[in-house]
Each structure stands twice: as C-alpha cells, then as structure tokens.
Nanobody, 115 residues
Framework: QVQLVESGGGLVQAGGSLRLSCAAS????????MGWYRQAPGKQRELVAT???????DYTDSVKGRFIISRDNAKATVYLEMNSLKPEDTAVYYC?????????WGQGTQVTVSS
C-alpha cells in the first residue's frame, strides 16, 4: 500500500524556518513528479513547489527565493525547506506524488506562522 507521510509542521514566528519531510514509502523512484501543495482556511489548494525525477524544480511565485524543494531517492523522502516564513504561509501542507498512471496524497501537516 502506497503511503505518503508528512512531518515537520508546527508553529513558528514570522521570519522563522521550518523543514517539512514527506516519506514516500519506496515509490519515489518511479514517480515523475513529487510536489508540495498547501491549503489555507477558506481557500483552494494551491501548488507550492515541484521536483521531477530528474531534479528539475519549480515554485509558485510567492515562495520563490524562500522555499527549497529537494528529494533523497535513497531515503524515499522529499523535503520542503521553508525560510523567511510569513503569516500568509499558514496552511495545511500536503505532499503529492504523481505519474501518468498514479496520483497519491499525504494526510497533510499544519504550518502556522504567527506575526
């Protein structure tokens, strides 16, 4: 059974940092793209960052220069390093694993940034 398990969320003051982890239970090597999404209260889920199997990355404009996505295939884990956090980054963050024939989601981890 495929599982994506996020960890690393929490409460942090504005300007602080957090690192999210997504354990991908061994599927990471066959997935085309791993990504992080977030959903704030009353808003739609939005894409934050993606990383392809080849290591290419992409970010939504609001996090460029502050967030870094990376993957460790040996550990089957994807990371999201979040720096210079802002209150508007507050959301539940979800890990996603995607290929043409598969699409998996984690249960989410809460990130709260206080002003």
């Amino acid at each position: 059974q495929v599982q994506l398990v996020e960890s690393g969320g929490g409460l942090v003051q504005a300007g602080g940092s957090l690192r999210l982890s997504c354990a991908a239970s061994g599927i990471i090597s066959r997935m085309n793209t791993m990504g992080w999404y977030r959903q704030a209260p009353g808003k739609q889920r939005e894409l934050v960052a993606t990383i392809t199997r080849g290591g290419s990355t992409d970010y939504t404009d609001s996090v460029k220069g502050r967030f870094i996505i990376s993957r460790d295939n040996a550990k089957a884990t994807v990371y999201l390093e979040m720096n210079s956090l802002k209150p508007e980054d507050t959301a539940v963050y979800y890990c996603n694993a995607w290929s043409v024939v598969e699409d998996y989601w984690g249960q989410g981890t809460q990130v709260t940034v206080s002003s």
